[in-house]
């Protein structure tokens, strides 16, 4: 076959691709279709250039590869996991309380804002290795359960209502839901409120100094399992208490960071 000459870059000679073959990428063309989809979209990178010409189909495959891929690229906190910005209304605190049109928040958004969150195996939390090596690298030597529903967490109502004041602790708030559901509200750069609803499974630390609240969904019910290195304290400072060394620790290493992205993640759906 005669190769077409092209030339892209000054430096390189006439008919440099002297190799040429083709590829038909569809499942019944291909052997180990899955696995190769799976090298393809894998991120990387070539020590030569990567030349292609599409005869037939289209880009449309690249879509179609990731839908055949499904959950594995996912990233798997997203089932236990999301975040959103809160709309200005007086409804109901434990209704979702999205904004129109809804404005999800990454987990990249999240974590500049020193949200760190895991998503974990909450049916076998006590042997479960992964919890095991966090605790381990973050020195969560202290673990306690909180169940939040009338029965089981004295002063129900009195406690239901401080948790949703806004408040900062010195400490990291790490939460780990082993069941049920509820929702950390955290403030932004600009101070606006990003909801974070965990679910089984889901773990996330706040870190000290971080203005939040929480409070339960419609399903009314979290058992969380509390972590804390060395001691627990608990103690909750109610907005404002900006002079605490804590907050102020905080502004200086999240809030006047240079860099910040964009705050909404176009694609979540
Ligand atoms: C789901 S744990 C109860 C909430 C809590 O402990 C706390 O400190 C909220 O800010
Ligand atoms: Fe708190
Ligand atoms: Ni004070």
């Not at 195996?121 to 909180?146: H, Q, V, W």
């Not at 239901?160 to 069941?179: G, M, P, Q, S």
Request: hydrophobic share 30%.
């Amino acid at each position: 076959m005669r190769m077409t000459q092209i030339r892209t870059r000054s430096d390189k000679t006439e008919d440099i691709y002297s190799y040429m073959d083709m590829l038909d990428l569809f499942p019944e063309k291909v052997e180990n279709y899955d696995e190769k989809l799976k090298r393809f979209y894998t991120e990387h990178i070539h020590g030569d250039e990567e030349i292609r010409y599409c005869l037939k189909g289209s880009d449309r495959w690249f879509e179609q590869a990731r839908d055949r891929m499904g959950s594995e690229s996912k990233d798997p906190r997203e089932e236990v996991i999301q975040a959103w910005y809160m709309d200005d209304s007086d409804a109901d605190q434990r209704l979702p309380h999205h904004r129109d049109p809804q404005e999800f928040v990454s987990f990249e958004k999240l974590d500049e804002l020193g949200v760190l969150s895991w998503r974990l195996d909450a049916d076998n939390y006590e042997t479960d290795p992964e919890l095991k090596k966090i605790r381990e690298d973050r020195g969560y030597s202290y673990m306690d359960f909180c169940e939040v529903c009338p029965e089981k967490l004295p002063n129900y109502e009195e406690k239901i209502k401080n948790f949703y004041e806004e408040h900062l602790h010195t400490d990291e708030e790490i939460r780990y839901c082993v069941a049920g559901s509820g929702y950390f509200d955290v403030r932004d750069r600009d101070e606006a409120w990003i909801r974070v609803w965990v679910k089984k499974g889901a773990m996330i630390v706040l870190p000290a100094g971080i203005y939040h609240r929480f409070t339960l969904d419609s399903d009314n019910y979290i058992k969380a399992m509390r972590l804390f290195v060395g001691d627990p304290v608990w103690t909750p400072f109610n907005r404002p208490h900006d002079h605490l060394p804590a907050r102020q620790e905080y502004v200086d290493n999240f809030v006047n960071k240079a860099g910040c992205g964009p705050a909404v993640d176009a694609t979540a759906a």
